[in-house]
């Protein structure tokens, strides 16, 4: 049963803050993926990662930056947090078709 | 123009209807598509792909029409468990992978 975990269910920081997201996943797939998902907007796609210290851009990367040393374990970083980046963060993993997500972590950026 | 477009919803529907999700894609190239399922305040979960042929799980049958680039969705016999919100979502794999979800359509389906 593939597992994908996420460091915190819920976060709150306040602006100008750094802030590390975690997800790890256990199932050794290639493919990572970090979402934002905002009502009526559905799930955008931030950074991807398709191996070890590679990294993509997604459609909104502003703002953030990622870190993949493992194939485990990719990380999310808000270099300094800003209150239009409040909202639920979602990674996933995959190694071919269907992707698994985490349970996310809902930011709170006051 | 979004590149997936749904009804948001919410549809409202007694138990034993039948409903039908529609989800437009704009980019022709576009080679997998899926519906996933989210649960309030959990994360999203595959509920089927869907193939050219159509195809059927039990209750939920899945439809593309690529010439119109057009998914749909049909949920027959509705139970209260399948309130949730569905959410379309199309692939492509030319020029780089690329996976684009559509907002979703909220069901809730009541006694």
């Known amino acids: 049963d593939v597992k994908v975990t996420q460091s915190s269910r819920y976060l709150v920081k306040r602006t100008g803050e750094k802030v590390f997201l975690e997800c790890v996943q256990d199932?050794?797939?290639?493919?990572m993926f970090w979402y934002r998902q905002d009502p009526g907007l559905g799930l955008r796609l931030i950074y991807f990662s398709y191996d070890v210290k590679m990294k993509e851009k997604g459609d909104i990367p502003e703002g953030y930056s990622v870190s993949r040393e493992k194939k485990e374990r990719f990380s999310l970083i808000l270099e300094s947090a800003s209150t239009n980046q409040t909202s639920m963060y979602l990674c996933a993993s995959t190694a071919a078709r269907e992707q698994y997500f985490g349970p996310g972590t809902r930011l709170t950026v006051t | 123009r979004k590149e997936v477009e749904q009804d948001p919803g919410p549809f409202n529907v007694p138990e034993g209807a039948t409903v039908a999700f529609n989800c437009t894609y704009s980019?022709?190239?576009?080679?997998?598509f899926f519906w996933y399922r989210q649960d309030c305040r959990k994360e999203p979960k595959l509920l089927m792909s869907v193939y050219s042929s159509g195809n059927e799980d039990g209750r939920f049958t899945a439809q593309l029409n690529r010439a119109s680039q057009y998914i749909s969705l049909l949920i027959r016999d509705s139970k209260l468990s399948d309130s949730a919100t569905y959410l379309c979502v199309v692939s492509t794999n030319t020029g780089g992978f690329k996976t684009i979800f559509g907002a979703g359509t909220r069901l809730f389906v009541k006694a």
């Open positions: 199932m050794d797939h290639e493919n």
């Open positions: 980019n022709s190239a576009s080679q997998s």
